[in-house]
């Protein structure tokens, strides 16, 4: 609790970050059911495919640990990347016809808090995307600041891949292929 006095003291965080962090509290409170029931419905969009998550640089570390559950708990590939870096390179990877992406399903993660030249580079990718994929779902969290939406999607998320770990009939928990790494590295 002293951090979130001590660190806007220093300028490191918004002033209102404790408020922030309360209202995100409240709003994922009453909103859990709905939450969870998106989560579901998500999940049941990735089964047999691969998922690709694109957002804006600013929400990137949360697009990293998304891709990371669903790596870990529903032992299933995923792929993210983010605007305006993806319009450099990877947008021409959608060159090939439909075929080659069937098994694809697009995520489009969108805050309130997006540059706006990356939601208008956003709108224009969304039909070459939706041209090539099985699915496109535009995912926008609920919350009026940064940190409720960041806050949000995490949960979100972290809830997906749950549901997920579950249509994939895995146990979320077992982490064999870790353990083994580990201790592969640990004979050297």
């Avoid at 957002?55 to 990293?64: H, R, Y």
């Avoid at 090539?132 to 609920?142: D, N, Q, V, Y």
């Amino acid at each position: 609790m002293q951090l979130l006095h001590i660190l806007p003291l220093y300028g490191l965080t918004d002033a209102h970050l404790g408020d922030d962090l309360e209202a995100a509290q409240q709003l994922l409170a009453q909103n859990q059911t709905a939450i969870q029931a998106q989560a579901e419905a998500l999940a049941l969009s990735l089964v047999n495919k691969l998922p690709i998550v694109y957002g804006d640089t600013k929400i990137g570390p949360v697009l990293v640990r998304l891709q990371q559950q669903i790596n870990e708990n529903a032992k299933q590939l995923c792929h993210i990347n983010l605007f305006p870096e993806m319009n450099h390179n990877e947008l021409v990877g959608w060159g090939l016809s439909a075929e080659h992406y069937q098994n694809t399903v697009i995520w489009m993660v969108e805050t309130s808090f997006d540059h706006p030249r990356v939601r208008t580079r956003m709108e224009i990718c969304q039909p070459i995307f939706a041209a090539k994929t099985s699915a496109l779902h535009l995912i926008r969290p609920e919350g009026q600041s940064l940190t409720e939406q960041v806050l949000y999607l995490i949960h979100l998320f972290d809830w997906v891949s749950y549901y997920l770990a579950g249509q994939n009939q895995v146990d979320a928990f077992e982490i064999d292929v870790i353990n083994f790494l580990k201790n592969e590295l640990a004979k050297i």
